[in-house]
């Protein structure tokens, strides 16, 4: 029998409240104030704009590395530096060459590492006090609600369903089942970040991808209360080398914040060869470099995070409209690889989407054709001019270290060209070689000090599910992970995962995976990163996941 589902109606449907579509919401709600006071017509209603938020509460699950750029703050809020939680101006900017026991600072700062102008945040506490603005401006903004599923309507989206609350992990209601709400939109805005669901979804099925395919990185945090005097606040670095091997693409970062607290992380290109290479361990390793290890001793781990982040640039960004249908920030590709910058690029995609919207209010056409004036839009903004120069990036690391920063010193010169444009790429996955009946490694324990083992880890990024609910970690096959995945790959699951989510237990009939879902972060890793694309992550019951606070 069909689910009976409360059906509400609004005129834009934002679902996540992110960067971009908090950035969305309050410029609309803005241009739509000052559209009323002039006794414009027809007349617009910010209360009809609604912002969904899968996590517990605004900001909840906004992981960064937390270095922003204001200049789309500034356009968005001309005060902001009154009241908005920027923790400190960037001091200095250095860039860090690792071996094992030594590092080495560049003597000139080379320019995408240089960061004067930026801000050290925590977006946690940014996106927060946007969602403040956004429901001042009288917007209606739904936390613990994810997008479930899209409402497709003649060549179009017209809206989602939320997801249904209150189910076994059976899938049977219990006794507070609700069903999900059936939320219709004029236009639906994607801002669900990196890999969202329901963009993934859609992309395939109406084939708006580019000529690449998506690139991914991820990235591991921890945030510290150090010892006074360790760190200046405002300092800013980011390492190369040890013990990121020169075949790969990664690299790491210290930020200091104010009152003795330093944020720092690494960040690994999905796209190396070694199926049982393990994220976590080599972010850990990486804490025991002298130069880290100075800063850490006789400090307290207070969180722990791990985010999915889009390489692919300017010729893996999907095509961004439809009808009714509109896409920004990380779910579009809005993120600079080469300096791994997205917020302000994010929060700009939401403010060009609200300008769209607003013309397509006025006029009363949802339709692609006048939505078509987002990507036009994006075309004659800093967007374009920023990511239009680094547009082979990433590609140029695909092979190495080495091969990368010859590549990326031509496209210095050449406007981002380099020798091959457009530089191709392959989905992150293929690069995976098989084990040849390699025994596995031991798992990293940590010390328990500076370095960590998973579930450590995991208890400080302060994620909760229900246990007693359905699954939001969708395995197509369970057998080809008991058996052809043994065999060629390793299980690389119980690697990539940054959570402890995937582990293969022995049975008398053989390996079987178990599936940890409470543990889930919500980095999408596992969905990015099967060799087999048979994990699919789709949205948990709203509230669950990770607990960013302050990060």
């Known amino acids: 029998m069909a689910i009976q589902r409360e059906q509400l109606e609004a005129d834009v449907l934002i679902v996540g409240a992110g960067p971009a579509g908090l950035a969305c919401a309050l410029h609309l709600a803005n241009l739509i104030k000052q559209h009323n006071a002039e006794g414009a017509k027809p007349e617009l209603s910010a209360e009809q704009i609604y912002v969904l938020e899968k996590g517990r509460d605004i900001g909840a699950h906004q992981l960064s590395g937390a270095i922003m750029n204001p200049k789309a703050l500034a356009e968005l809020v001309p005060d902001f530096q009154k009241t908005a939680p920027l923790d400190t101006p ?49 917007v209606n903004l739904f936390k613990e609600f994810g997008g479930a599923e899209l409402i497709y309507e003649g060549d179009g989206i017209a809206g989602v369903i939320t997801e249904d609350k209150g189910l076994n992990k059976n899938g049977k209601p219990k006794d507070n089942f609700t069903p999900g709400y059936e939320l219709r939109a004029k236009l639906t805005v994607l801002a669900e970040g990196t890999r969202g669901s329901l963009t993934k979804q859609l992309v395939a099925k109406k084939k708006l991808d580019n000529i690449n395919p998506q690139s991914y990185g991820i990235g591991i945090k921890e945030l510290w209360d150090i010892q006074p005097g360790k760190l200046q606040p405002g300092y800013v670095a980011h390492t190369l080398g040890w013990p990121i091997s020169t075949k790969m693409y990664g690299g790491g970062w210290i930020y200091g914040l104010s009152n003795n607290r330093v944020s720092i992380g690494l960040v690994i290109a999905l796209e190396y060869r070694d199926p049982r290479f393990d994220p976590h361990a080599a972010f850990q390793t990486w804490k025991t470099h002298p ?18 982040l889009p390489y692919g640039g300017w010729y893996a960004m999907p095509r961004n409209y439809l009808d009714g249908a509109l896409i920004v920030g990380d779910s579009g590709s809005f993120l600079d690889s080469q300096r791994l910058k997205g917020v302000h690029l994010a929060m700009k995609s939401g403010m060009l989407a609200a300008e769209t919207i607003f013309e397509a209010l006025k006029k009363g056409d949802y339709s692609g054709n006048t939505l078509k004036l987002y990507k036009e839009k994006i075309d004659k903004s800093y967007i374009k001019e920023e990511l239009w120069k680094v547009r082979n990036f990433h590609q140029s690391f695909r092979n190495g270290l080495l091969d990368g920063l010859f590549h990326s010193g031509l496209q210095q010169i050449t406007g981002g060209a380099g020798i091959i444009d457009p530089m191709r790429a392959h989905e992150g996955y293929e690069a995976y070689r098989p ?5 596995a490694p031991e798992r990293f324990k940590g010390d328990g000090k ?9 208890y400080h990024s302060g994620t909760r599910h229900d246990e007693d609910q359905p699954c939001h970690l969708k395995v197509e096959d369970l057998n080809i ?3 052809r995945c043994v065999e060629e790959f390793g299980n690389p699951c119980q690697y990539f995962c940054p959570a402890a989510v995937y582990e293969m237990v022995k049975e008398a009939n053989g390996p079987k995976l178990k599936i940890n879902a409470a543990n889930c972060v919500h980095c999408k890793t596992c969905d990015i990163a099967d060799p087999y694309q048979i994990i699919e992550w789709v949205v948990p019951e709203g509230g669950g996941g990770p607990n960013y606070e302050g990060m």
């Not at 130069?291 to 995070?305: A, D, H, T």
């Not at 084990?435 to 025994?439: D, E, H, Q, S, W």
């Not at 500076?450 to 995991?458: G, M, S």
Request: positive net charge.
């Open 481 to 483: 992970c008991s058996t």
């Open 90 to 138: 960037v001091t200095d900017s250095a860039a860090l060459v690792f071996t094992e026991k030594s590092s080495y600072r560049i003597p000139i700062t080379p320019p995408p590492f240089n960061n004067s102008g930026n801000y050290v945040i925590s977006l946690n506490k940014l996106v927060k006090w946007m969602g403040g603005l956004v429901e001042s401006a009288g």
């Open 291 to 308: 130069f880290v290890r100075n800063i850490l001793e006789g400090g307290k781990l207070v969180r722990y995070g791990a985010k999915s």
């Open 435 to 439: 084990i040849f009946g390699r025994p």
């Open 450 to 458: 500076v370095t960590f083992d998973r579930l450590t880890d995991v």
